[in-house]
């Protein structure tokens, strides 16, 4: 058995084929799963019953349970247990140009940042398409909300799960299913070099947005243990040849830590880093967890960050805050329950 969630239109034709059906059966079935929203194969009336038994012996439908839920006015936070037991989050932001989810990609993970939460319980598995699937689909109907935007911005590296995320995005941008535009969705990654390459040829209008967080790879390497394997100077160099292939800007996440990275110094180094790059670089106020020693910049130092970077030209946002009351500090929650 497999999830129904988890096929690609392009798949589902070729198993229909296969089933002896014809090919439009699977545009029939995706109308049912992802306009009308049914959630069981009685339900989509222009199946015979003969497809419909086959249909059953074959995939199922949830996967996930939902455990938790904490919301403000701009924040709801899902805690989700799936079919084996494991437990993922998904946190649902709300803006003035839309409702934008983030999305967890794995079970925990292993890039072991030294500043992140998720990191500290390492990963068990990476989820399956479905399981990505589902959270979007779950949330837009426990809020009777439509998603406008997607970021791949959980729990996980997206790029350590690189098949079951291209066959996400697949699902959740096709036109006749929930038809999310690509230049909706947007992958962050710490930094996996070969896997970018791989992007790069995907030819998607997916965005991609790069954790920095460090100018340099002293630091780097002190902050996030991938920068031992793919370091700046290579990171950088792929990521010009990324711009320069797709004509794509990119976007560059820094996270503002007191006393790490947030000096005057950094500041100037970062600017000698991405100078020329088409990018814009989205400085992110810091949560903190309890069990991290980091502390978050203050918001002084963080404008005077942010002017020199303005200053000399880079394109720079501070990102608007959300969630510290709801526990949204990225795996925050998850934590929380796996630790008691
Ligand atoms: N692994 C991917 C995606 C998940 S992390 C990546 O590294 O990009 C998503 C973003 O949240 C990253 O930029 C990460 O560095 C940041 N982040 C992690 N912990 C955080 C915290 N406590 N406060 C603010 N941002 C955090």
Aim: net charge positive; proline share 2%; aromatic share 8%.
């Amino acid at each position: 058995m497999q999830s129904i969630y988890g096929i690609t239109l392009l798949k589902l034709e070729q198993e229909m084929l296969e089933l002896g059906e014809k090919k439009f059966k699977a545009l029939q079935i995706y109308d049912w799963l992802y306009k009308k929203r049914v959630s069981s194969f009685d339900d989509m009336s222009n199946l015979k019953k003969e497809l419909i038994s086959k249909l059953k012996t074959k995939y199922f439908f949830e996967s996930l349970k939902l455990i938790d839920k904490l919301e403000d006015e701009f924040v709801s936070k899902f805690l989700f247990k799936l079919n084996d037991g494991n437990k993922i989050e998904a946190v649902l932001m709300r803006h003035d140009y839309g409702n934008s989810l983030c999305v967890s990609t794995e079970v925990g993970c292993n890039m072991g940042c030294a500043f992140c939460e998720s990191g500290r319980l390492k990963k068990v598995r990476v989820l399956e398409v479905n399981e990505m699937v589902e959270q979007i689909l779950f949330i837009e109907n426990n809020l009777n909300i439509r998603i406008s935007h997607v970021v791949l911005m959980g729990i996980g590296e997206p790029f350590d799960n690189y098949n079951n995320v291209m066959d996400f995005i697949k699902i959740i941008n096709e036109p006749k299913g929930i038809a999310l535009g690509a230049r909706h969705i947007t992958i962050s990654t710490c930094g996996i070099i070969p896997k970018i390459k791989d992007f790069m040829k995907e030819n998607l209008q997916v965005n991609l947005a790069i954790s920095l967080h460090a100018p340099n790879n002293e630091l780097r390497n002190r902050l996030m243990p991938i920068n031992k394997a793919y370091p700046l100077e290579d990171l950088i160099s792929i990521l010009k040849e990324y711009v320069k292939k797709t004509h794509r800007r990119l976007t560059f996440e820094y996270i503002m830590l007191k006393d790490i990275n947030d000096t005057k110094e950094c500041a100037l180094e970062l600017v000698d880093l991405l100078k020329g790059i088409n990018c814009y670089v989205n400085l992110i106020p810091y949560n903190e967890t309890s069990h991290i020693e980091f502390k978050r910049s203050s918001n002084d130092s963080v404008m005077k960050f942010y002017d020199i970077l303005k200053k000399n030209g880079l394109a720079v946002t501070v990102r608007r805050e959300f969630g510290s009351k709801v526990m949204a500090a990225c795996g925050q929650l998850r934590s929380h329950y796996e630790e008691g």
